[in-house]
C-alpha cells in the first residue's frame, strides 16, 4: 500500500530536477542530513497530499450534488439518503481521477504545486504549513477510517480494493 504510485514519485522528481538544475530554485527540503532529508521528504510528500485533496475538493462536491440530484429524481430517495448516495458515489468513488479531464487536472496540479513548493521563501512557508497540516490530516484519516485515502486514494498495486464504507447495500460502481 501506498499513498502515491509510481508515475507520480517520478514525475515529482523530474519537475523537482527540472527547478533546481533549469530555475537554479532550491529544493523544498534539506539534502545534507539523512534524518532531515527523511523529515523533509516526509512532510512534502503530506504537503503534496494536502494540497492534491485540496484542488480536488470542488470537483467532488459538484460531482457530489450532481449525484445526489440524479438519485433523489431517478430512485426516489429522500433528500438525506439520496445525499449519503451521491456522497458515496461522487465523493468516495476516486476512480474519476485516472481517466478524463479530471485526471489531466490531477497531474497538472501535482506538477504545479511541486513548482509553487521550490518558490524562494513562499515554498518554504507552503510546504511546512502545509505539510504540518497534511500530517494532521493523514494521522486523523487513519484514525477514523483506518487507511490514508479520502480524495487522494492509496495505490495497492493494481488490486482492486473495498471502498472502506459501511453501506453493504449499495452498489458504489455503475
Request: glycine letters at 6%; hydrophobic letters at 50%.
Given at each position: 500500500?501506498?499513498?502515491?504510485?509510481?508515475?507520480?514519485?517520478?514525475?515529482?522528481?523530474?519537475?523537482?530536477?527540472?527547478?533546481?538544475?533549469?530555475?537554479?530554485?532550491?529544493?523544498?527540503?534539506?539534502?545534507?542530513?539523512?534524518?532531515?532529508?527523511?523529515?523533509?521528504?516526509?512532510?512534502?510528500?503530506?504537503?503534496?497530499?494536502?494540497?492534491?485533496?485540496?484542488?480536488?475538493?470542488?470537483?467532488?462536491?459538484?460531482?457530489?450534488?450532481?449525484?445526489?440530484?440524479?438519485?433523489?429524481?431517478?430512485?426516489?430517495?429522500?433528500?438525506?439518503?439520496?445525499?449519503?448516495?451521491?456522497?458515496?458515489?461522487?465523493?468516495?468513488?476516486?476512480?474519476?481521477?485516472?481517466?478524463?479531464?479530471?485526471?489531466?487536472?490531477?497531474?497538472?496540479?501535482v506538477i504545479g504545486l511541486t513548482v509553487l513548493a521550490t518558490l524562494p521563501g513562499l515554498g518554504l512557508l507552503l510546504v511546512r504549513l502545509g505539510g504540518m497540516v497534511g500530517?494532521?490530516?493523514?494521522?486523523?484519516?487513519?484514525?477514523?477510517?483506518?487507511?490514508?485515502?479520502?480524495?487522494?486514494?492509496?495505490?495497492?498495486?493494481?488490486?482492486?480494493?473495498?471502498?472502506?464504507?459501511?453501506?453493504?447495500?449499495?452498489?458504489?460502481?455503475?
Open positions: 500500500m501506498m499513498l502515491v504510485d509510481a508515475r507520480t514519485c517520478i514525475a515529482v522528481a523530474l519537475t523537482l530536477a527540472l527547478t533546481y538544475t533549469g530555475l537554479g530554485r532550491p529544493l523544498p527540503f534539506a539534502t545534507d542530513a539523512p534524518i532531515a532529508f527523511a523529515a523533509g521528504l516526509l512532510v512534502f510528500a503530506a504537503y503534496l497530499y494536502l494540497f492534491r485533496t485540496l484542488v480536488r475538493l470542488p470537483f467532488a462536491l459538484v460531482i457530489t450534488a450532481q449525484r445526489a440530484r440524479y438519485a433523489y429524481r431517478k430512485y426516489g430517495l429522500d433528500r438525506r439518503e439520496s445525499l449519503r448516495d451521491g456522497f458515496v458515489r461522487g465523493f468516495l468513488d476516486t476512480r474519476r481521477w485516472t481517466v478524463g479531464p479530471l485526471a489531466l487536472i490531477d497531474r497538472l496540479a500530517i494532521a490530516l493523514l494521522i486523523m484519516l487513519y484514525l477514523l477510517r483506518g487507511r490514508f485515502a479520502l480524495l487522494v486514494d492509496e495505490h495497492t498495486n493494481g488490486v482492486l480494493t473495498q471502498q472502506g464504507t459501511s453501506l453493504p447495500f449499495l452498489r458504489t460502481h455503475d
